[in-house]
């Protein structure tokens, strides 16, 4: 079980779905918060949804305001990247390049397959605290460097 | 409130800390509008060893920061929230907490980094913050601290007795662990004695932050204004405050902060100084007093201060409204105008985060009292603490007021302004503390007949009734500014004689004052006149520019002292504004000093010319002056009695013994009605 962990997150790693701040998340986790790192997912998941929806009826007005979209997902990044969705974050800072170049139809590219990475993301995540939970807390925290 | 979940805001509330060894306990206030990073930030601080309080939003954090004085020790924020730009709290922190603020951001960019610069952030780290980045965020507390100390230690502790109040607040920053205790032992006078408590509890981390006293703020105000407020650079206006001690750095940002200020102000113009004025009530300013001469115009102008008293204060003082000093936004509308001053003043106090408050503050004050009382008063603010504060709670302005009102009735009533001051300033001088530089003007009438100085004094630096010092009498250019100009630029120390300038203001006070004590008259004016010649000469040329600049200082001052002094009570601003009220604030130390080169100076030079003026002018400043400018040589006499901070004053006095020796000889200063004052 605690191998399946080990093993899933390396993967995660790997694959360039989760990065460094992620570990950083488990480390913080200890006796104290145990679920440390579920909680924090949950509320990303939560700040994001929100995120997202503000995105998506910014991006339904016409003509594009360039300016909110990339403020919106400046908070969103800020967001993705405190968790270390490492994926989402680099879909985000595309999404702001287009911005920035007024670029709509890149923009609107880009966040489709934003949306989906986000996606990914979370059932994977869900998958992976699943498997903590059973592992127990040690496990998780006590993750080789 | 604390939002924030320990915070401990309180000042010493660091009783966490003090079992840990420093960093760990450092009191941190993080704010951020988003939910999972505050969480993620807490957690990292938490894991440091930080006392982490979290906050989502701007404004909770400054209130938090507000009601805690010394509830924290360094804040990190966002750069992009809803409500409040990161910058602008950043602004707000730095001018009225005076902590050090790193800012975060997922943007990199570097004209983003650039802003976090130019406004003064400590550090700006890239988001996501990892743990190591966090770590490490001690130093810039220990930094922060370390000048402050600097200059405290410099100014040798006649601060540090007035500190009292402002030194609290380092002491909470510099090691949660140590705070309370902390702050206490700083309060002694001598700032060797705190450092070295302070060295010991923390590890010499703490050193203390460099308290802006108001007095100090003075000082830099009139110095800029001087210079004039675009080109004023650091380093100039380091040369010419002469305040020992202090660094470019430390000039640098707090100019920094102050054009902001300004700037602020300006947008601000006319925000119902009324209210607001009174600016919080946690006085925890020291720099009440300095800030008191220009809020005090300010205030009095916003109402509080009866017009009339205000007018004449202003015109007294400003006669020539030559704002020109940087405070122009704020001077013109406080000063001159003594309607608006008010009105400005309360401005920008309000917007300043309710500096106004303080103002105000005054205000209510100087109507009953005479100039002198203002000075008083603002002495009393001190003791008040709360009301001069001037800052940021702008409904205390009223309370501040109040507040004020009190002390200085009892001073008054002590020092029995005699009203003759009051002739000489059209109107009630009490206002004169508030009115921006031009308090000087009547604050020295007041003072004059305040029975020796003692208004002043009395009032414990409260710089309320350096203030109505300044709006007395000096008229002269010097008269308005030096009292009220706290640290006036040393290189007035000439400023004594403006005797043209102050002439006027001599007139007013000689008459008055030969009643009191020519003495100490001749010594206050001196002190004034070298606060008042400093900021006179800075400021205004004409009188009214000092008191211009004095009341923007102060009230800029104020805030800032306020917020530093808060430990220190107002005594030392008054003092400034006399002379140099030694404002407890720990600022006041550090200006104190200033003020104490400012009155040395003055002693030297002028003191024979000056004397005449001077004493005019001291004599209402002089009480307090002397307190800080003496470098306790006469102060002695002057000061301790009266003031409520008798600590802060007796601190200064000790200091200014050694220093002003010769301001006294010349001014006879040991006569000084200090003593005397009704008190």
């Known amino acids: 079980m605690h191998r399946r962990l080990a093993s899933m997150r390396k993967s995660l790693l790997d694959q360039g779905f989760l990065d460094e701040q992620f570990i950083q998340l488990e480390e913080l986790q200890d006796d104290s918060n145990p679920n440390f790192v579920e909680e924090i997912a949950a509320s990303y998941y939560r700040d994001s949804a929100r995120q997202m929806l503000n995105i998506d009826q910014a991006l339904d007005k016409f003509p594009l305001d360039f300016t909110k979209l990339d403020n919106l997902m400046h908070q969103f990044k800020g967001s993705s990247s405190s968790i270390g969705a490492k994926k989402v974050k680099n879909e985000s800072t595309q999404f702001q390049e287009y911005c920035r170049a007024g670029n709509a139809e890149g923009c609107r590219r880009t966040y489709r397959q934003l949306k989906k990475e986000y996606a990914t993301l979370k059932k994977k995540l869900e998958a992976y605290f699943q498997l903590a939970r059973q592992a127990g807390p040690l496990e998780t925290a006590s993750r080789p460097k | ?679």
Request: contains cysteine; negative net charge; glycine residues 8%.
């Open chain 2, 1 to 679: 409130m604390n939002l924030g979940v320990k915070s401990g805001s309180m000042p010493s509330s660091s009783s966490h800390g003090s079992t840990q060894q420093f960093p760990a306990g450092l009191r941190v206030l993080v704010v951020d509008d988003d939910p999972t990073c505050l969480m993620i930030l807490e957690k990292m601080l938490r894991t440091c060893h930080y006392e982490a309080t979290k906050c989502n939003r701007a404004e909770i954090a400054l209130s938090l920061l507000r009601e805690n004085r010394n509830g924290f020790d360094i804040v990190l924020s966002d750069v992009h929230m809803p409500d409040m730009d990161g910058f602008k709290l950043l602004e707000y922190i730095g001018l009225e907490m005076d902590l050090p603020v790193i800012m975060m951001s997922a943007d990199d960019s570097k004209n983003v980094v650039m802003k976090g610069v130019t406004h003064g952030a400590c550090d700006y780290l890239i988001k996501p913050v990892r743990l190591e980045a966090l770590k490490n965020i001690w130093q810039h507390v220990v930094r922060k601290r370390k000048h402050v100390w600097k200059d405290i230690e410099q100014s040798g502790s006649v601060e540090d007795g007035k500190l009292q109040q402002q030194l609290p607040d380092d002491a909470d920053y510099l090691s949660s662990a140590n705070e309370g205790s902390w702050r206490n032992s700083k309060r002694k006078k001598d700032e060797e004695e705190d450092a070295e408590d302070r060295d010991d509890d923390t590890s010499s981390l703490k050193k203390p932050r460099v308290v802006w006293s108001v007095e100090l703020h003075q000082q830099f105000v009139a110095a800029a204004n001087q210079l004039g407020i675009d080109k004023a650079v650091p380093k100039k206006i380091l040369e010419l405050m002469n305040v020992p001690g202090l660094t470019r750095e430390n000039v640098a940002s707090h100019l920094q902060k102050y054009r902001l200020y300004l700037r602020r102000l300006s947008g601000q113009h006319q925000n119902a100084l009324n209210g607001s004025f009174m600016g919080n009530p946690e006085a925890t300013y020291g720099s009440i007093s300095s800030f008191n001469d220009l809020e005090l115009q300010a205030y009095a102008a916003s109402g509080q201060l009866p017009a009339q008293n205000l007018a004449a204060l202003q015109a007294a003082a400003f006669g020539r409204s030559s704002t020109k000093s940087v405070v122009s936004p704020l001077d013109q509308r406080n000063l001159f105008s003594f309607e608006t001053p008010k009105l400005r003043f309360g401005e920008g106090q309000q917007q300043h985060m309710s500096n106004s408050k303080q103002v105000n503050f005054l205000h209510g004050i100087p109507t009953n009292m005479e100039p002198k009382q203002l000075a008083n008063f603002h002495q009393a603010a001190n003791s008040f603490g709360i009301n001069m504060q001037v800052g940021s709670h702008g409904s205390q302005g009223n309370s501040l007021m109040m507040q004020m009102a009190q002390p200085q009735s009892r001073s008054q009533i002590q020092n029995d302004i005699n009203g003759s001051y009051v002739s000489r300033l059209p109107s009630s001088i009490g206002q004169p503390v508030v009115s921006n530089g031009t308090s000087r003007v009547l604050t020295r009438p007041v003072y004059n007949q305040v029975s020796q100085t003692s208004p002043v004094a009395g009032f414990s630096a409260q710089h309320t009734t350096d203030l109505s010092r300044n709006s007395f009498p000096l008229r002269g250019n010097s008269g308005i500014s030096s009292l009220a100009s706290k640290v006036i630029p040393r290189e007035e120390t000439s400023m004594q004689i403006k005797g043209p300038q102050g002439g006027s203001n001599y007139d007013v006070f000689t008459a008055q004052q030969q009643q009191q004590q020519h003495k100490s008259q001749d010594w206050n004016l001196q002190n004034s006149g070298l606060a008042f010649d400093t900021s006179q000469q800075a400021n205004m040329r004409g009188n009214l520019d000092v008191s211009q600049s004095t009341l923007v200082q102060q009230t800029f001052l104020s805030r800032d002292a306020i917020e530093q002094s808060r430990n220190s009570s107002v005594l030392p601003s008054v003092l400034l504004q006399q002379g140099f009220s030694s404002s407890g604030h720990s600022s006041s130390s550090s200006f104190g000093k200033g003020i104490f080169s400012g009155v040395e100076e003055i002693g030297h030079r002028n003191v024979p010319n000056i004397g005449q003026q001077l004493n005019a002018y001291f004599t209402d400043t002089s009480p307090r002056v002397k307190a800080e400018m003496l470098e306790g040589s006469f102060y002695n006499n002057i000061l301790p009695d009266q003031y409520d901070q008798e600590d802060l004053m007796s601190a200064l006095l000790k200091h200014q013994q050694e220093g002003i020796v010769t301001v006294e000889n010349d001014f006879d200063f040991d006569g000084y009605p200090l003593d005397n004052l009704p008190v």
